[in-house]
């Protein structure tokens, strides 16, 4: 099953800061999620590199756009790199492939009758790169806002093209109503269905005063509005308007990865040009929210600005990754401090998840010969915890396909809880001397919930949980925590820049066979065995190895600690 997803395009004429961190390792953890859910999954993110800001910021630094576009649309990528991020394609604004697509899509919208000529007179913010009526505007101290994002704008007047936007205010407000999942969260939808019922202009889509931008095909003195110019960079990563076949694989995407503040772009300007084009629209569009540093907007001028990298370097990726979901609900706005992070990391990480793993496997290292132990009969309360642990993907699959990343990772988090509560319940150390076999039961199903868990938040934190599963005898698949896309994911497309990938196919299995089977615990999904799929056929670190419990007697390495609680550091 194919699936595609993007983040928007970041406008990369400043730094990148925790903010574009929170949106590229949210589409990273659904991409991973999905390639070890058997998807074949196309992922594509880059910047936007057009645009009067663009052109103001290059010439405040004395070199041409493209100059600063090169240099800053590689710290973008390499950062992404850093955080994780596992894109197919970076695409780039300036790329040859998204000129042609976006000069095609231009052309569809003329055929339609919704591009014509006329003049523009209104305000202007070049930070937003939006046009704003008189209303939508105050002044606050001599300086006239956008009342919606506080930024300043200038009274422009010049000829423009404008799309005649006002035509599907009706086709909009239909499509709110009868796909109500087209924008995520509700709280969104609701915003974006009240905006349009209050009324459309027509949208002004080229620009006369500067010329760094896509040309208007047949008057180039015009140059493309940046949104029309910047929102087709999801059409040419997939392919549009040349490659077909590579179109009907990917087209319509499956969901954009966006922030709220460009909700109106996306879920309004968007489906219109597309419903212009007679192009399909995507699935979905969901907008997560803000992120605070310690409850204040992160700004140059108050000197907050956070660059993701530095909490990398000070508490580790995974550590970050999981913070951002484990402490916020994606989609809303989130305050964060260090000390919280360090409490998520020394309570959840080290405590609930590490110190369960290790002190099962400690256990086992010195009482079943570091071997998976063979398990006897299990009870009520053995299968219970089990079932629970099983019926997690299910669950993470319904949250993660509509973006609820935070409720993803708290299902994964409540069977750890529990299975804490079970461990310290049932006293494993106590059974040694009065029932050993019985302890041996309670550490299998221990373990056996960690690794269901542990194969589950591969995509929130890929190196943490393959450490874990290296503790547990766990075969390295072939998939990487989700990194690896198929070949076919990521071919065509002049420009694009692609990870490394390999062929997914056959890996090396988990043999969860006949001693499992001999002791009574049948795999967890019967469904593997009707249709003759055997455990050696399955990536041991994909989400169809959950059904193959662990194999008793399998070796176990020398535990360690995979989660070191957090010390501060007093020099």
């Known amino acids: 099953m194919g699936y595609y997803l993007t983040t928007a395009i970041a406008y990369p004429n400043g730094a990148i800061h925790i903010g574009h961190a929170y949106e590229y390792i949210a589409a990273d953890t659904i991409a991973r999620f999905k390639r070890l859910d058997n998807h074949e999954v196309f992922f594509a993110t880059g910047t936007d590199e057009h645009g009067l800001k663009m052109l103001q910021a290059a010439n405040k630094l004395g070199i041409t756009p493209k100059e600063l576009a090169d240099d800053n649309a590689k710290n973008f990528r390499d950062t992404q790199l850093a955080l994780g991020s596992t894109f197919d394609r970076f695409i780039r604004t300036t790329d040859e492939d998204h000129y042609e697509?976006?000069?095609?899509?231009?052309?569809?919208l003329e055929e339609a009758g919704d591009i014509y000529l006329d003049t523009y007179a209104g305000w202007y913010s070049v930070r937003d790169e939006a046009f704003y009526t008189q209303d939508e505007t105050e002044v606050v101290e001599g300086v006239r806002l956008s009342m919606e994002t506080r930024t300043e704008v200038t009274w422009t007047e010049e000829e423009s093209y404008f799309f005649r936007l006002s035509k599907y205010q009706d086709k909009l407000l239909e499509l709110y109503k009868n796909h109500p999942e087209f924008i995520g969260p509700d709280s969104r939808r609701n915003e974006v269905a009240s905006f349009v019922a209050s009324g459309l202009k027509d949208l002004s889509v080229s620009r006369t005063t500067f010329d760094w931008g896509v040309p208007v095909p047949g008057n180039e003195k015009h140059v493309m509005y940046v949104w029309i110019d910047a929102l087709t960079?999801?059409?040419t990563a997939a392919g549009y308007p040349d490659d077909q076949e590579r179109l009907n694989k990917w087209w319509p995407a499956d969901v954009h990865i966006i922030g709220k503040d460009i909700i109106r772009f996306h879920s309004v300007y968007w489906p219109a040009f597309l419903m212009s084009a007679g192009i399909e629209l995507p699935k979905r569009v969901h907008a997560h929210g803000f992120l605070f540093n310690a409850g204040e907007k992160m700004s140059k001028s108050v000197g907050n600005v956070v660059d993701p990298i530095d909490l990398v370097d000070a508490f580790g990726l995974d550590t970050l990754r999981f913070f951002l979901f484990r402490e916020f609900?994606?989609?809303?706005?989130g305050s964060y401090t260090k000390d919280s992070i360090i409490t998520r990391k020394n309570s959840?990480?080290?405590n609930e998840y590490g110190n369960l793993a290790q002190r099962s496997l400690s256990m086992i290292a010195k009482n079943c010969d570091a071997q998976v132990p063979q398990p006897g009969a299990l009870t009520e309360v053995d299968e219970t915890l089990l079932a629970l642990a099983r019926a997690v993907p299910d669950t993470a699959r319904r949250h993660v396909d509509t973006q609820a990343l935070h409720l993803y990772?708290?299902?994964?988090w409540k069977v750890l809880s529990e299975a804490n509560r079970y461990f310290s319940a049932q006293e494993p150390w106590k059974l040694k001397k009065t029932d050993p076999d019985r302890m041996a039961t309670v550490l299998w199903v221990t373990i056996e919930v960690v690794r269901i868990i542990s194969i589950l938040i591969q995509p929130v934190m890929p190196t943490s949980a393959g450490k874990i599963l290296d503790l547990l005898g766990v075969p390295a698949g072939i998939g990487e925590a989700g990194a690896?896309?198929?070949?076919?994911?990521?071919?065509?497309?002049?420009?694009?820049e692609a990870m490394e990938s390999v062929t997914v196919g056959a890996g090396v299995g988990i043999a969860a066979g006949a001693a499992v089977a001999g002791a009574g615990i049948a795999p967890a999904a019967a469904e593997s065995a009707e249709t003759g799929v055997s455990a050696a056929e399955v990536d041991p670190r994909s989400f169809a190895a959950i059904d193959y419990p662990l194999e008793p007697g399998t070796p176990l390495p020398k535990p360690e600690p995979v989660f070191p609680k957090f010390v501060e550091d007093d020099e």
């Open 101 to 108: 697509a976006s000069k095609a899509i231009w052309r569809k």
């Open 233 to 235: 960079n999801y059409l």
């Open 329 to 333: 609900s994606y989609g809303n706005d």
């Open 348 to 350: 959840d990480l080290a």
């Open 409 to 412: 990772v708290e299902a994964c």
């Open 484 to 496: 690896k896309v198929l070949p076919s994911a990521i071919e065509g497309g002049s420009g694009a």
